[in-house]
């Protein structure tokens, strides 16, 4: 479901560390409700915190640099997934979230517990469909 890069030191093959569903549910989770430019209304999204991935594979670097399923890429810094608590949100309303619905992954932040965070760059950084992380 996930592959994580670059700079870390726990892996689980090959110089990666790859997640399923099970192994990221199992990590610190995070919630938030909150609106987002993509879809109608205000959600409960779920998923494990962006800081606990980092943690899990012993990463060592300051910027995570996501990696969406058609090759769409941006940087998130750690600094701030930790300081907003940003997830890599699972579900929906409690459902999984099907490719076609943002999912399975989904770098989500608080938008509307955090009005600073409704910027364009910061919108940017909510890759949707992630299928890979690279440590820098």
Known sequence: MLTVEGNISRTNGDGVA????DMLQELPQGTTVTHTPWTEGASHFEGPLLGAI????????????????????ADVPLPEAREYGVILA???????????????????????DHPELQTEEVRFRSVWQVARIVVE
Do not use: I
Request: hydrophobic share 40%; net charge negative.
């Open 90 to 112: 699972m579900q929906r309303d409690g459902e999984p979230m099907p490719v076609r619905e943002y999912g399975p992954l989904f770098v989500l932040y608080p938008f509307d």
């Open 18 to 21: 790859r997640f399923d569903r």
């Open 54 to 73: 980092y943690d899990a594979v012993g990463a060592r670097g300051d910027s995570l640099h996501v990696v969406a399923l058609n090759d769409f890429a």
